[in-house]
């Protein structure tokens, strides 16, 4: 059984290898024609946009300018109006939680109230029952020399 190919995701042993991408230049070398300046140049001028090559002769052909930016702007129009959709979803979405968080507050300053209200009452119980039992004690106090009094009369 012999390898015909290249083994999965490299290259069979002993192959040459047919280019090293390492090695790559950013720009045409200085000794290359005018018409590899004059490629690069046309490539790299213009709007983006699609490019396209031509199916005969494999050269480069730009789409002109208008209907490059004509897609450009078509695809620029459906984001924003994509965009414009989630935000509009993300503005109710935060509004309702706004809605709830607001009721929240309600609800928690109207338990505050309450917890409030029967702190005071309860103050004002224990000062009332506080009042009521040295009001008692005063008349224990009062009482002891008459019982006294009732005591010995009775005897």
Not at 12 to 32: F, I, Q, V, W
Not at 86 to 110: H, K, N, P, S
Request: proline share 6%; charged share 35%; with cysteine.
């Amino acid at each position: 059984m012999s390898l015909v190919g290249p083994l999965w995701g490299g290259q069979r042993e002993g192959a040459p290898m047919t280019c090293d991408k390492s090695k790559r230049r950013a720009s045409p070398l200085p000794e290359a024609g005018p018409s590899k300046w004059a490629w690069e140049e046309q490539a790299m001028a213009g709007p983006p946009g699609p490019t396209m090559y031509s199916p005969t002769s494999g050269a480069l052909v730009e789409q002109s300018a208008r209907e490059s930016w004509s897609i450009t702007e078509a695809f620029l129009r459906r984001r924003a109006e994509e965009l414009e959709r989630l935000l509009a979803t993300c503005g109710e979405e935060v509004r309702r939680v706004e809605e709830e968080r607001d009721r929240f507050w309600r609800e928690l300053d109207e338990a505050r109230k309450e917890r409030d209200l029967a702190h005071r009452d309860k103050d004002i119980a224990m000062g009332t029952a506080m009042e009521q039992l040295l009001q008692l004690q005063e008349l224990q106090v009062r009482m002891r020399p008459l019982e006294a009094r009732a005591e010995a009369a009775e005897q």
